[in-house]
């Protein structure tokens, strides 16, 4: 079985048809791309795996388990992280604890534990803020580490944010629209990031405007329109693909 | 919080009036917290100061009245410091704090004037007894945010006083409960002002230390991301609910001790000294004294405690003073007592260094 399989999964707003009988699936050490117009159900998606939202029909299963309205932080428990298309910074902490936030789900110690600053807890803090370091450092946030999150740039902050998705050390990271706003070059250096974490092992799901950086990437690709799957496959033949040319094709023409 | 006042600071232009206020601020700085929020969460130096202070000042200060402040102060302090961990970290509010320090006192007067309890077990049931009374209430009301929250707190601590009142076989009813007996610990009995305040301090550095440790560790970092993103929090796998009954159940803890105290000093233990007025001070000191950081709602109890005293000597004119100080507070130091300063500080210690730069030639 795949890494995530969605079945028929449904969703509706108030009469809006977000998702319509999405069926996909994501195998193990793999990238998949995400692409479709703006207001195709991408995002509603990731919401639905994630657990911050429920499905109303269909089923969804991460690791061979079912997830289907299960609360975010247990589903992010097992293994997945995700990051969101408006950053979600943790404001009132300083970078190095927006990424020791992300590594809670592997540090131990309760009210009383930590309140006694055991040997323990001393150890693995200690051990947790020297994992945290590297993980700025492959974000490039190293030299921002004791810095306010709040006063970093945008750019700085999405990078925040994939670190802190990142020190999940999760099994599946859905990356939503991480090159939203970034300059050029570091959308480069994000290619790079996601490639050499898939190379380490993590499977990713990346929403992405981009359609260069998703083309360049991703080893497959679905495309999305009006809450369906349209097309599906390599790079190559969902850029070929008919229905994904005219989609783009209309989208184009209506905005000009 | 800390983005905002630092917008408002650098956009100000420097004022020359500013230089009036650099000697007062430059000593003021050294009493006051550290200004910046949440960022220094390890222990510094000039803890050790604080501790000094604290240790050596009633010794040179021999003064009762101002030793019974002080141990004022302490109680209230701790009440503060408990619910600056769920106002302050959390980011939750809540306006019945005087129900959790009034069970703690309850469970004290009742334990040690019926059931002879010695006072230091007294002491750790009453805690107990506050949290398990915080855990009940905690699980259904902190599904509610923001106003409701407060709402639904403030209703709890009013549930609270018609209890008390209504079960005078137990409580003592409206007159409550008195001849508490003074707080005894190895053979010492604490029964002057000076030795309340070095119990109660000595309590509420015990507990500035623990809190200090949960800020510093995940349980803290789990405390402000709830209070920064629920989302955020929640997809990096931090239960939001649990987070923020853990938060509850261990200010409501606090409150306990404190109360406890508050019976064994003051000997008696009646409804009216845990009416919704206590709830708003502990929450007001927090909110004066900053929420950044630990030791601001220590320094918001006892500005508070000495403000409450001083404008008692004006009689039917304290109240409007109290609300005038207040406002102005508010006015001029949003993020507490010790924050904007610190800020003004840094402001002017980087103009100067510019200042002197340019006079060098190094900037144009």
Redo the contacts between chains.
């Keep these: 079985m795949s890494l995530l399989t969605l079945a028929e999964v449904t969703k509706r707003y108030e009469g809006v048809q977000a998702l319509n009988r999405v069926s996909l699936q994501i195998e193990k050490g793999t990238i998949k791309g995400l692409i479709g117009p703006n207001g195709s159900g991408k995002s509603t998606l990731f919401h639905l795996i994630?657990?911050?939202e429920r499905p109303d029909s269909g089923r969804i299963f991460f690791r061979e388990k079912e997830i289907t309205s299960l609360?975010?932080?247990k589903i992010?428990?097992m293994g997945l992280?995700?990051t969101?298309q408006t950053i979600?910074?943790?404001?009132?902490?300083?970078a190095v604890?927006n990424i020791?936030?992300?590594m809670?789900?592997r540090?131990r110690?309760?009210?009383l534990s930590?309140?006694?600053?055991l040997p323990r807890?001393k150890r693995s803090?200690r051990e947790a803020l020297k994992e945290a370091k590297g993980i700025l450092e492959f974000v490039g946030l190293l030299g921002r580490w004791?810095w306010?999150a709040?006063?970093l740039s945008f750019g700085e902050q999405k990078m925040l944010?994939l670190g802190?998705?990142i020190?999940?050390r999760p099994e599946l990271l859905l990356l939503d629209e991480p090159a939203a706003g970034l300059p050029p070059a570091e959308v480069d250096a994000l290619s790079k990031r996601i490639l050499k974490l898939r190379e380490d092992g993590m499977t990713i799901f990346l929403v992405e405007h981009r359609m260069e950086m998703v083309m360049e990437i991703a080893d497959e690709i679905a495309a999305f329109h009006h809450g369906e799957v349209i097309a599906e496959g390599s790079p190559d033949e969902v850029r070929r693909n008919d229905r994904v040319i005219e989609t783009y094709t209309k989208g184009k023409k209506t905005h000009a | 919080m800390g983005g905002g006042s630092i917008t408002t600071v650098s956009k100000n232009e420097f004022r020359k009036r500013d230089l009036f206020y650099v000697v007062p601020m430059w000593l003021l700085s050294l009493v006051l917290p550290n200004p910046v929020p949440h960022r220094k969460r390890e222990f510094q130096k000039r803890d050790l100061i604080y501790l000094a202070i604290l240790v050596v000042l009633p010794l040179l200060w021999r003064d009762f009245h101002f030793h019974h402040l002080m141990v004022l102060a302490g109680m209230n302090a701790i009440s503060a410091l408990g619910l600056s961990l769920f106002l302050g970290y959390t980011g939750q509010i809540s306006l019945g704090h005087a129900a959790f320090f009034g069970a703690g006192a309850y469970t004290t007067a009742l334990l040690t004037t019926q059931q002879g309890f010695p006072s230091l077990l007294a002491f750790i049931i009453s805690a107990a007894v506050s949290a398990s009374f915080a855990y009940v209430i905690g699980k259904p009301i902190l599904k509610l945010k923001g106003y409701f929250l407060a709402l639904a707190t403030l209703g709890f601590g009013e549930i609270f006083l018609v209890i008390v009142r209504e079960t005078p076989g137990l409580t003592g009813g409206v007159v409550g409960i008195s001849g508490i007996p003074w707080f005894t610990f190895a053979g010492i009995v604490f029964d002057t002002y000076l030795k309340q305040y070095y119990l109660i301090w000595g309590v509420l550095i015990g507990l500035l230390i623990f809190s200090k440790n949960i800020v510093r560790s995940r349980m803290g970092r789990a405390f402000l991301a709830v209070s920064a993103s629920e989302d955020a929090a929640s997809t990096v796998g931090i239960p939001v609910a649990q987070t923020k009954l853990k938060a509850f159940v261990m200010s409501a803890a606090f409150a306990g001790f404190g109360g406890s105290l508050f019976a064994s000093v003051m000997a008696t233990a009646s409804p009216e000294s845990f009416s919704l007025n206590l709830s708003i001070l502990i929450v007001m000191m927090v909110i004066l004294g900053g929420m950044g950081n630990l030791y601001g709602p220590i320094a918001g109890a006892i500005f508070l405690t000495w403000l409450t005293d001083v404008l008692a000597g004006f009689q039917e004119y304290s109240l409007p003073l109290y609300g005038m100080i207040f406002i102005l507070l508010l006015i001029f130091f949003p993020e507490g007592i010790g924050t904007r300063l610190g800020f003004r500080i840094v402001y002017l210690i980087s103009y100067w260094a510019k200042k002197r730069r340019r006079e060098k030639g190094k900037i144009e």
Aim: charge should be negative; glycine fraction near 16%; aromatic fraction near 6%.
């Design positions: 994630s657990g911050m609360d975010p932080h992010a428990l992280g995700r969101f979600q910074p943790l404001g009132n902490m300083t604890d020791l936030t992300g809670d789900r540090l110690g309760g009210l930590c309140g006694f600053w807890i803090e004791e306010p709040s006063q944010d802190r998705a020190a999940l």
